[in-house]
């Protein structure tokens, strides 16, 4: 109730506070205001950071508290949460894309789900392999094959797939498929030039080939950049080709993807090549796919001279599954929907030799 006097005290009735509560029931509630593209990427790497710490026997930093104020309104009075970082100065802006690459960014779907699959990546065991030990790889395979007559290409049934690869590439390697004999995997063989014509050849300074994006061992890609944007553009720049010929877009697609399939990255590594693929251009979302084992999942896909790559997750973990190469217009290899390729992870290890099986699981 309003005072009668000067210096009187207003006292609510309880018929003040039944009409209060009754004019706050009216009005909408307060909006809360969403946090800035900036804000959502300094959580998400402080994220990632308190995964790796975790496991790489460090202690987990520490996770900013938030801080919730209070708002009043003129009728009644009600809470507006607003998510702030305690005692942070604002986020530098987000880096600009590559150049010449627009970019997809985690505010679309398959950005989200690439975000996804790097938060659970960031979650994953992680990759510890010595210069001497080698990186073992189990999964299924099948790719499609024509016949010498020709016709359309044919997928046979999926196959046992296990390949010891040499951690820093100096050591002899092995590939072991199911039907056919045990294949060594070379080491990088060392270069050799000549002085001048006729001269006796003589080894290059540094050994053997460097390692790289489209060629690489599990030491170099340990050392990749952790970064998105400059790890996207390290594979721009590693797979560039001629000048203009091919999809750049597309080749550095499927180089991320091969180093998906074929390598153990650290989990940072991992987490940054999905958030590197999120910016490239062109990349959809198919709602169901399955890989080689029969698994299904949600896939994130690119399509180039008609034929797409699938990029397979498992739809409650975000972990990777496996990969698919579908035709998506007719051509003499098959009709419209064949499928030329598919693949399934099913393990990672370190082992200290080719053909050593690791321990299984729960063993």
Same mark, same amino acid.
């Given at each position: 109730?309003?005072?009668?006097?000067?210096?009187?005290?207003? +006292?609510?009735?309880?018929a003040?506070d039944a009409?209060h509560?009754?004019?706050?029931?009216?009005l909408?509630p307060p909006?809360?205001p969403?946090?800035?593209?900036s804000?959502?990427?300094?959580?998400k790497?402080?994220?990632?950071?308190? %995964?790796e710490?975790?496991?790489g026997g460090?202690?987990?930093l520490?996770?900013?508290r938030?801080?919730?104020p209070?708002?009043a309104?003129?009728?009644?009075? /009600?809470?507006?949460?607003?998510t702030?970082?305690?005692?942070?100065?604002?986020?530098?802006p987000?880096?600009a894309?590559h150049?010449?690459v *627009?970019?997809?960014?985690t505010g679309t779907e398959?950005?989200r789900i690439?975000?996804?699959? /790097?938060?659970?990546?960031?979650a994953?065991?992680? %990759?510890e392999?010595r210069?001497?030990q080698? &990186?073992y790889?189990e999964?299924? &395979?099948a790719?499609?094959a024509r016949?010498?007559s020709?016709?359309?290409?044919v997928?046979p049934?999926a196959?046992r797939?296990?390949?010891?690869?040499?951690?820093?590439?100096?050591?002899?390697?092995?590939?072991?498929?199911?039907?056919?004999p045990?294949?060594?995997?070379?080491v990088?063989?060392?270069v050799?030039t000549?002085?001048?014509?006729g001269?006796t050849p003589?080894?290059?300074?540094?050994?053997a080939?460097s390692?790289?994006?489209? $060629?690489?061992?599990?030491?170099?890609v340990?050392?990749?950049p952790?970064?998105? *944007?400059?790890?996207?553009g390290?594979?721009?720049?590693q797979t560039?080709r001629?000048?203009?010929?091919?999809?750049?877009?597309?080749?550095?697609f $499927?180089?991320?993807?091969?180093l998906?399939?074929?390598?153990?990255?650290?989990?940072r590594?991992t987490?940054?090549?999905y958030e590197a693929a999120a910016?490239?251009?062109?990349?959809?979302?198919?709602?169901? %796919?399955? $890989?080689?084992?029969g698994?299904?999942?949600?896939? +994130?896909?690119r399509?180039a001279?008609?034929?797409q790559?699938?990029?397979?997750?498992?739809r409650?973990s975000?972990a990777?599954?496996?990969?698919?190469? +579908?035709?998506t217009r007719s051509?003499d290899?098959?009709? /419209?929907g064949t499928?030329?390729?598919?693949?399934? +992870?099913?393990?990672?290890a370190?082992?200290n030799?080719?053909?050593?099986?690791p321990?299984?699981?729960?063993?």
């Open positions: 109730a309003a005072p009668t006097h000067p210096g009187e005290l207003a +006292v609510n009735t309880p003040d009409l509560a009754e004019l706050a029931g009216l909408p909006e809360v969403e946090l800035p593209a804000r959502h990427q300094a959580l790497h402080r994220t990632l950071n308190a %995964a710490g975790r496991r460090r202690s987990p520490r996770l900013p938030f801080a919730i209070a708002a309104c003129t009728a009644a009075v /009600a809470l507006v949460a607003v702030v970082i305690a005692g942070e100065s604002p986020a530098p987000a880096p894309p150049a010449g *627009e970019a997809t960014g398959p950005g690439l975000a996804r699959a /790097a938060l659970a990546a960031a994953s065991p992680r %990759a392999a210069p001497e080698f &990186v790889i999964s299924l &395979v790719h499609a016949s010498a020709g016709g359309p290409a997928l049934p196959h797939r296990q390949v010891w690869l040499s951690a820093d590439g100096s050591r002899e390697g092995l590939l072991r498929e199911a039907g056919a045990d294949s060594p995997l070379g990088r063989a060392p050799y000549l002085d001048h014509p001269a003589r080894r290059a300074p540094g050994g080939p390692a790289s994006v489209t $060629d690489p061992t599990h030491t170099y340990a050392s990749l952790t970064d998105p *944007e400059t790890l996207l390290l594979v721009y720049a560039k001629g000048h203009g010929d091919g999809d750049p877009d597309q080749r550095a $499927d180089a991320i993807g091969t998906l399939t074929e390598t153990w990255a650290p989990p590594v987490a940054a090549l910016r490239i251009p062109g990349t959809v979302v198919l709602p169901s %796919a399955k $890989d080689a084992a698994r299904e999942g949600v896939a +994130v896909a399509t001279h008609g034929e790559t699938q990029w397979i997750f498992d409650k975000s990777f599954l496996g990969a698919r190469s +579908v035709l051509t290899a098959g009709a /419209a499928v030329l390729g598919s693949s399934a +992870v099913l393990a990672r370190v082992t030799r080719p053909g050593e099986l321990p299984a699981p729960g063993a």
